[in-house]
């Protein structure tokens, strides 16, 4: 008899063949990337508008490749087809060969100068102003920062009040005495291995839910805003992250004292990124008092060494981080909302409808979780919330939702992650064509 036709999709070879031409499109396109930044920095090294020395360039210049900014856009896109592609084929893909394309797109990005961002400046400023200026980093604004050769890499003014938590800030600290390129490159490597840590624990914590590990460290770890704005441009995020996901890997294994003190740990490292504490003490079956206690003996160790190195100063942040939601950035959803609508821009009605639909999802997602629901992805359905109605929106902070939608039981979460990182590239897109 002859054998029945098998679809070509049903086919493992077949679906193996589409995840290798996936990553061979986020590479090949992430290398061009690297490349024309190294060559011509143009839109993508924005540090480098007044002076653009070797060590900034990196380890890989002389790379032979110009790039405009609608290269670079449709660059962007290559490496999300590429992305969709492995994506919609990880069941076919040997583990060792989707590993092995999160290190080394990692790896190729932790090469490449501060991409699309000059944010890792101002870390290093900030550090600089409380180590070798004397000024406390959470002064007032009115504070006069004096002259330092960083500020030839920054794109706007020193921020004061820091709006980013005591933890970081001394952190930061230890890098000061590298002087400014010892201090970037090691933030660069500080980001890229954040990430590639939080990667690690969402693998360890998708096995721990039975779920499929590699297709979750995919969801993360290929992400393109991951790649290309997160750890491209060094930013802070993933150490706050790699403590969320701590966290929830400590409350899989009964370890409540330490994953509440890891929470806020992260929030003492980025503010935002401590809400999925408010869901993991909601949980039905929580042991409260040991995650409340963990939670309230870190507190007091971080508000103690905050006070010790920035005194009555300490708290600065907070305000600093309020201050910030009065910020508009160009593609974000309240102010796309507000051009759609014909009013120019977000407006102070669309910022109170915002907030309210915000309240309104903690409000639900929290009583969901309190009855019982998935924890994680309430507290992954919340951030969501928050991206959509800030008005505050930055291209890496999709990296935020990323590990809660992947460990999630929740499909519709996942594909909304997806859908903001759409959202966002398309935006981003539109900037540069």
Known sequence: MEAAAVPLWSSRRAREAVAYLG??????????????????????????????PGWLHGPLSGLPLDLSPTGVAWLLVAMCAGYALVLASADAMPARIGIGAIVGLHLLYLLAPPLLSSDVFGYIDTARLGTLHGIDPYSAKSTRVPPDAVHLYRRWSSDLPSPYGPLFTLLSYVLVPLGIAGALWGFKVLAAAGSLATVWIVWRCAAALGRDPLRAALFVGLNPLVLLFAVGGAHNDFLALTAVGAAVYLLIAGRERLSGAALVAASALKLPLGLPLLFAAARPQARRRELLTGALVAFAVVAVAALVAFGTHASGFLGEVREQQRYVAIYSVPNQVGKLFGLGGVTAGIRVLAGAGLLATLALTLRRTWRGGDWIAAAGWATFALLVTTAWLLPWYVAWLLPLAALSGDRRL???????????VVTRVTLWT
């Open 414 to 424: 996942r594909i909304a992650a997806l859908a903001l990182t759409a959202y966002v």
């Open 23 to 52: 990553i061979a499109g986020l590479a090949l396109s992430s290398a061009a990337i690297v490349a024309g930044a190294q060559r011509d920095p143009g839109v993508l090294v924005p540090a480098a508008k007044l002076r653009y």
